[in-house]
């Protein structure tokens, strides 16, 4: 079972990113208020959820949340000041966003850029250990998978329907056959699919 709070003393909000990995798209990230009673037995890191379960979800966390907000930072910014950057940045935008603001932040992974003069925790794997970074990881995911899907239809070749951006081999295939779009992210590598075999 997840934890409601990592502390007690002040309003506290999870943060989590998704699309850090991907070739294509922006990086997505989250920023969630819930409940201190708030408990669910689903509710878990997205990425131990089938993707039916995480749009379930994802109505319940915005229904039940104190507060929550996405922050987006696209591939054209993640090439001026780098992936990991670009991950705070999209959690920066999240917080700001938030009709409350928190008192406390709870960051999942080991390194966070500080916030204003909020302090936080960084939790590695905190979206397997608390709600509302795992409420966080699903916004981050859905509204990510949700743009993705949007624009595979102006470039249906290089699959992102399926893959979301992510490196899989067809998509490295693609790229390194017919080239980048607008939304690739040029200062990451594309390795052929085929050394792989070797």
Not at 41 to 51: A, F, G, H, M, P
Not at 138 to 165: F, S, V
Not at 180 to 195: A, G, I, K, N, S
């Amino acid at each position: 079972m997840l934890l409601s709070r990592y502390q007690l003393e002040f309003l506290e909000a999870g943060c989590d990113e998704a699309g850090r990995g991907c070739l294509a798209g922006p990086v997505f990230a989250a920023a969630v208020i819930l409940p201190d009673d708030f408990e669910h037995d689903l509710l878990n890191d997205s990425k131990q959820l089938t993707e039916e379960v995480r749009y379930e979800l994802r109505i319940e966390i915005e229904q039940k949340a104190i507060a929550h907000a996405v922050g987006i930072v696209d591939n054209i910014e993640i090439d001026a000041i780098n992936i990991l950057n670009a991950s705070f940045l999209a959690m920066h935008r999240a917080i700001e966003k938030l009709h409350l603001s928190p008192q406390f932040l709870i960051i999942d992974g080991n390194r966070f850029n500080k916030y204003k003069s909020i302090p936080h925790q960084c939790i590695v794997e905190g979206d397997a250990k608390y709600f509302s970074i795992a409420a966080a990881s699903i916004l981050a995911k859905t509204y990510r998978d949700d743009y993705m899907k949007q624009i595979a239809a102006e470039h249906p070749e290089y699959d992102w329907h399926k893959n979301k951006g992510y490196p899989t081999i067809k998509h490295r295939e693609t790229v390194m056959k017919i080239g980048y779009t607008p939304y690739h992210r040029r200062t990451f590598r594309v390795t052929d699919p085929q050394l792989e075999l070797f």
